[in-house]
């Protein structure tokens, strides 16, 4: 019993060794082996509990022992071999359960601690990604400047190319204006010449029967 109890001790030390100090992939071999003992948790419990059981048991036949001792005031060589191997044994099982408590916490805050890193790796591939597209997002941003920019320039060109164009036609409004007051002006003279004229076909028309006459009359 008391070698197996040291066995236990020494491997349980062994591995608590192992997760507290990196040696290769040794330290990931025995995470995966506690996994699988964790699995099986109702195996564990039960062993605890046996151990736990068994502790207390010597613990009460040392007391016993202490007791018997006391009361003849002495203890038999007997009682001194049974007093020694019980408080070996309790010391060894309380020394591998106390192990054991202590393999299960640091497997349990070395599991949190690979899970943060992957969730750390993980949260700076976000940012990563998020300050990717940050980067995209003013790219675009600046693109959407230049474009507005251009189409600004574009607006100003257009608008004083509408401005030349209204003066144009404006000034074009007037060249026609001045055109038909100047077509009514020509029409109007024209008007007046006809009359004119035909004032002077009637007269000639007068003179020339008059001078008939006068030479019919010679």
Wanted: hydrophobic share 40%; aromatic share 6%; no cysteine.
């Amino acid at each position: 019993m008391i070698q197996l109890l040291f066995f236990v001790v020494f491997a349980e030390a062994f591995v608590a060794f192992l997760l507290m100090v990196k040696i290769g992939p040794l330290r990931e071999l025995v995470m995966n082996g506690l996994d699988q003992v964790k699995m099986r948790k109702g195996t564990v419990l039960t062993i605890a509990g046996t151990m736990s059981v068994i502790l207390f048991s010597n613990w009460i036949s040392i007391v016993k022992i202490q007791n018997k001792g006391a009361k003849i005031g002495t203890m038999t060589p007997m009682d001194q071999v049974l007093w020694r191997t019980h408080l070996l044994e309790a010391s060894l099982m309380g020394f591998s359960l106390y192990l054991g408590f202590l393999i299960d916490r640091m497997h349990h805050h070395l599991q949190k601690l690979i899970n943060l890193r992957k969730n750390g790796g993980s949260s700076k591939k976000e940012v990563e990604k998020l300050e990717a597209e940050k980067l995209q997002l003013k790219e675009n941003e600046e693109k959407a400047k230049e474009e507005i920019n251009r189409m600004q320039k574009e607006i100003s060109n257009l608008s004083e190319s509408l401005k030349k164009l209204k003066l144009e036609s404006k000034e074009k409004d007037k060249k026609i204006e001045v055109a038909e007051a100047h077509v009514t002006s020509l029409q109007k003279q024209s008007a007046d010449l006809l009359l004119e004229y035909d004032r002077l076909l009637e007269d000639n028309q007068n003179l020339q029967a008059q001078t008939k006459n006068r030479q019919f009359r010679g």
